[in-house]
């Protein structure tokens, strides 16, 4: 059931558009994910859904209700801002029951929904703590529990984790995947980091220039990207420019960098076609060489090589003067995967792991 509905929605600033005739089913209960670069309109799609802002065109349904022009505060729906907007006069308690009071409940029942929210978020203990006195993880908790308290059909979280250190953004992502799953209500998420998108959603949303480019889960988005943006915007990519030769029932053959690959065809590419190869960075195949490089490999040489405990990143220059990323994992008992700079190698990848896109 879509709990949300964004019909045929268009939104312009300074007859700018922003939003071009978007529509997108939110399902009830799930964490959904608006992923996209800098001024995409992600963000303003959740200020159209959260009423704070008003579109030019379209309709918005809220639980089979149309609600487009509904004002924000008549929506059962909380917003969690970038900037978190807390009160800096009032402690902690205060701030999380300030629409419990606006809404006029008792004070038992603001005492009892507060003290349930201070140990969702795990801040049991520090109602009466002056906002300036928390850190920048606990005043993101504040937020998210001043959202939750009014028991909102819809959670609106715009880049929440934005202003946390690396190390608190990966707990806070558990500890959000953790709240949803306590609470069970919707959540919609923007952000414009790819990592958080994968890691947090059941359902991806990439955005590019006012449009959804492909809607999936975080496996589809990142093994079977729909087209370059995609590729490149999610996960890095080596992108090869190639030309088919020869189809044989589901298989190709095609002609990339000087050298002849069988891969899939899985969208019925015709011979003389000019196709893109993608293939991410642990893909790639990487053996040394030190005379010519096995039928199938490309040579090249190593440029860089980043090591990050787990992995080992290589860059590596092929003989044609194409730059590629290659991955290695190992153990710490293996030390075959340390190359040199300017170590001669042979570049290939398992059939099948490509992504294959017509050119564009």
């Given at each position: 059931m879509a709990v949300v509905r964004l019909q045929n929605i268009s939104k312009s600033f300074d007859r700018q558009m922003v939003i071009n005739n978007l529509c997108l089913d939110i399902v009830k209960g799930e964490f959904l994910t608006l992923l996209g670069p800098s001024g995409c309109g992600k963000t303003t799609v959740l200020r159209l859904i959260a009423g704070l802002e008003t579109c030019d065109s379209?309709?918005?349904?809220?639980?089979?209700?149309?609600?487009?022009?509904?004002?924000?505060?008549?929506?059962?729906?909380?917003?969690?801002?970038?900037?978190?907007a807390l009160f800096p006069h009032m402690n902690v308690f205060?701030?999380?029951?300030?629409g419990l009071k606006?809404?006029?409940i008792a004070g038992t029942r603001i005492r009892d929904r507060v003290k349930e929210a201070l140990e969702l978020v795990k801040l049991e203990g520090l109602e009466t703590r002056p906002i300036h006195q928390l850190s920048g993880g606990q005043q993101q908790r504040v937020a998210i529990a001043r959202a939750i308290v009014n028991r909102p059909l819809i959670?609106?979280?715009?880049?929440?984790?934005?202003?946390?250190?690396?190390?608190?953004r990966k707990q806070m992502r558990l500890d959000l995947r953790h709240l949803h799953r306590k609470l069970g209500i919707t959540f919609?998420?923007?952000?414009?980091?790819?990592?958080?998108?994968?890691?947090?959603?059941?359902?991806?949303?990439?955005?590019?220039?006012?449009?959804?480019?492909?809607?999936?889960?975080?496996?589809?988005?990142?093994?079977?990207?729909?087209?370059?943006?995609?590729?490149?915007?999610?996960?890095?990519?080596?992108?090869?420019?190639a030309q088919v030769t020869r189809t044989l029932d589901k298989d190709m053959e095609i002609q990339i960098q000087g050298i002849t690959k069988m891969v899939q065809n899985r969208r019925n590419f015709t011979k003389g076609q000019t196709v893109k190869i993608l293939l991410?960075?642990?893909?790639?195949?990487?053996?040394?060489?030190?005379?010519?490089?096995?039928?199938?490999?490309?040579?090249?040489?190593?440029?860089?090589?980043?090591?990050?405990?787990?992995?080992?990143?290589?860059?590596?220059?092929?003989?044609?003067g194409h730059d590629i990323f290659a991955t290695e994992f190992f153990n710490e008992d293996?030390?075959?995967?340390?190359?040199?700079?300017?170590?001669?190698?042979?570049?290939?990848?398992?059939?099948?792991w490509e992504v294959t896109l017509p050119h564009e």
């Open positions: 379209g309709t918005i349904l809220i639980n089979g209700r149309d609600q487009t022009r509904m004002p924000a505060c008549d929506r059962d729906v909380n917003t969690v801002f970038q900037s978190y205060d701030n999380i029951a300030f606006l809404k006029k959670l609106l979280l715009d880049e929440p984790l934005s202003a946390l250190d690396y190390k608190l919609v998420f923007v952000t414009h980091d790819q990592e958080e998108a994968l890691t947090l959603s059941d359902r991806v949303v990439v955005m590019h220039n006012g449009c959804i480019q492909q809607t999936g889960t975080p496996k589809d988005i990142y093994e079977t990207p729909v087209n370059l943006f995609v590729a490149d915007f999610v996960g890095e990519s080596n992108i090869f420019d991410r960075p642990e893909d790639m195949t990487v053996e040394r060489t030190r005379h010519q490089c096995p039928p199938g490999f490309l040579p090249g040489q190593v440029k860089e090589m980043i090591y990050k405990g787990t992995t080992v990143d290589l860059l590596i220059r092929l003989d044609s293996d030390q075959d995967i340390f190359y040199d700079v300017n170590e001669r190698v042979c570049v290939s990848w398992i059939k099948g």
